[in-house]
Every structure is written in structure tokens, then in C-alpha cells.
């Protein structure tokens, strides 16, 4: 008979420790899908930051090409002989 309690005891504790570590998995599982949310986040972030670092420069190449005296007309190859 104490065994059988003993027996009853230990599976009720067994029972709590396999709904804490579901809690844990659980707790696991959501910390790792928040993760992968700001990790997707990040690499928008990242890639929206190229683009508009290459925007930038192309309007500072524009802004410089606009300065620049312009060019001798290209030789038409006639005129070059």
C-alpha cells in the first residue's frame, strides 16, 4: 500500500515537471519566433538603408556632373581626318 502511494506521489510530481518544462518549451518557442520576427525586421531594415545610401550618392554624382563645364562635342570620324 505505500508503495502504491509512493508510486501515485512520484507521478503527480512527474506530472508538474512535464507542465513546467511544456511552459518552458512553450516560453522557448515564442522567445525564438520573436527572434526570427526582428531578425526579418532587421534585414528590411538593412536592405531599405542600402537603398537610400545608393540614392544618396547617385544625387551626389548628379549634383557633381551638373557642376562640371560641359564637354567638347564628340569628333565625328569625318572631321577627324
Not at 507521478?11 to 526579418?40: C, F, H, P, S, Y
Request: proline share 5%; no cysteine; glycine share 4%.
Amino acid at each position: 500500500m505505500q508503495r502504491l502511494q509512493k508510486h501515485e506521489e512520484d507521478i503527480k510530481e512527474m506530472r508538474q515537471d512535464i507542465a513546467k518544462m511544456r511552459q518552458e518549451v512553450n516560453d522557448l518557442t515564442r522567445i525564438v519566433e520573436r527572434m526570427g520576427i526582428e531578425l526579418t525586421h532587421e534585414h528590411h531594415n538593412a536592405r531599405r538603408d542600402r537603398e537610400m545610401q545608393q540614392l544618396r550618392l547617385e544625387n551626389i554624382l548628379f549634383r557633381f556632373e551638373r557642376g562640371l563645364p560641359p564637354g567638347d562635342p564628340p569628333l565625328n570620324e569625318n572631321e577627324a581626318e
